[in-house]
């Protein structure tokens, strides 16, 4: 299995305040990924980092930003967190643009 | 906008059976298509890739079958087993080439009954 951990694997947590998501690699590979799980929604992707400092947008990024200033690390911050972002979120590694994607076991997050 | 369907959203066989799940893509300007395989509560297995420019992909019992111009995917399990119970998620690359942008269909369900 490709070493990808997150943390935390699970977070209570009140509106309004922020949290921040870990995903560690020891694959070294260039591109990591954040998405998120709803029902009926599958996997829409938050952000996505192509490098060191290097990274942009996916699909659903409001109320979200990145950072990553390792390789082996890539921070997701929910600035002040509202229920509608409570739902798994999944990060993912991938070596090059054509190989498969490797993804993290999640972070359950809830919003209270 | 791309959009990716999965059809059925739930399908449950006896052990041994083949089976067919299916995916459809709006916009057929992909790079690859990707199909990946969830147990419950954990993260995403890959279980096969298949460039735009190939028709298929197999691994074990697994056959992934590509028609771009159509827009659909096939994912075929020769004789199942209780152990292929999981969610089967189906994706497509698109947008710009080289960040791997996928674009994930919301899953088929399956379980295999002994």
């Known amino acids: 299995d490709a070493g990808i951990t997150q943390s935390p694997r699970h977070k209570v947590t009140e509106t309004g305040t922020p949290v921040t998501l870990r995903c560690h690699q020891t694959?070294?590979?260039?591109?990591m990924y954040w998405y998120r799980q709803d029902p009926g929604h599958g996997l829409r992707l938050i952000h996505y980092s192509y490098g060191v400092k290097d990274t942009d947008k996916g699909e659903v990024s409001d109320g979200y930003s990145v950072s990553r200033s390792k390789t082996e690390d890539f921070l997701l911050t929910l600035e002040s967190a509202t229920s509608s972002q409570t739902s798994v979120y999944f990060c993912?590694?991938?070596?090059?643009?054509?190989?498969?994607?490797?993804f993290g076991d999640g972070t359950r997050l809830s919003i209270l | 906008k791309q959009e990716v369907t999965q059809i059925p959203a739930a399908l449950s066989v006896p052990e041994g059976e083949n089976l067919v799940l299916n995916c459809s893509f709006t916009d057929s300007a992909i790079y690859n298509l990707q199909w990946f395989r969830q147990d419950p509560g954990k993260g995403l297995t890959s279980l096969l890739l298949i460039q735009s420019s190939q028709r298929e992909q197999t691994s074990g019992r697994l056959n992934a079958s590509l028609d771009k111009s159509s827009g659909r995917s096939t994912l075929y399990i020769a004789a199942s087993q209780p152990g292929d119970s999981a969610t089967y998620l189906c994706a497509v690359e698109a947008g710009a080439r080289g960040f791997q942008k996928l674009v994930f269909g919301t899953g088929t369900r399956l379980l295999v009954s002994p």
């Open positions: 993912a590694i991938s070596e090059v643009y054509n190989q498969p994607q490797h």
């Open positions: 694959e070294n590979h260039r591109y």
